[in-house]
């Protein structure tokens, strides 16, 4: 299953706040008709399992526009199988002014170590500020306890898999989890094995 739309307030005449835009990615907006409206919704990724990792982290690209004070309005959540929900800090925020992405936003979704859960991106708003909440480049990366296996990452777009900069050496190789090695992740979705020199690491692409 794939990311989610709850809806908490619609605006009348509206039929969604949250949507997939093939050019910048998850979009949030209740600026409609040329008006500002009041709503509330929540963007819902799929449940994952952390159950053996020690910590989560999350990094993101994402653009708000149309606000003032985009933390007032906006902000990221976990939630646990059991409803707790806690609040998920990131590393920076865009001015809220203008059509430009912040690349490489980080943030701790420890609160989900050791359980099964989600995360989401929570859009409010109301009459006198209806802001638009772009993000894309979605990563969620968990820290396992002793295993063979030294992280396990989720990715929704194969190009953006591995940052140059990162402390991987060598090149990347690509494995199905029965052992097949795969030289063209073009259209792949599931499961597969990285290996980067001594280093494994499972990797989930939607």
Not at 53 to 58: A, F, K, S
Not at 76 to 99: F, H, M, Q, Y
């Amino acid at each position: 299953a794939g990311f989610a739309e709850e809806v908490i307030n619609l605006p009348e005449g509206a039929s969604y706040i949250w949507i997939n835009d093939s050019q910048y990615g998850w979009k949030g907006s209740a600026f409609f008709n040329n008006t500002k409206h009041a709503a509330e919704a929540i963007l819902w990724s799929p449940e994952y399992d952390f159950t053996n990792y020690t910590d989560v982290r999350l990094t993101i690209d994402q653009c708000v526009n149309f606000t003032s004070a985009p933390q007032s309005l906006l902000s990221v959540i976990v939630e646990t199988t059991d409803g707790v929900r806690t609040p998920v800090t990131l590393s920076a925020w865009p001015a809220g002014n203008k059509w430009t992405f912040i690349e490489g936003v980080t943030g701790s979704m420890k609160d989900l170590a050791g359980k099964k859960g989600r995360l989401g991106f929570r859009y409010t708003s109301n009459t006198s500020e209806a802001p638009t909440w772009e993000i894309r480049n979605l990563k969620i990366e968990g820290i396992p306890g002793t295993t063979a296996i030294d992280r396990v990452e989720t990715d929704n777009a194969p190009g953006d898999l591995y940052n140059p900069d990162s402390d991987y050496l060598s090149t990347p190789e690509y494995y199905t989890l029965d052992g097949r090695r795969l030289d063209d992740l073009t259209g792949y979705h599931g499961l597969i094995i990285v290996r980067r020199g001594s280093r494994a690491t499972k990797l989930l692409i939607r």
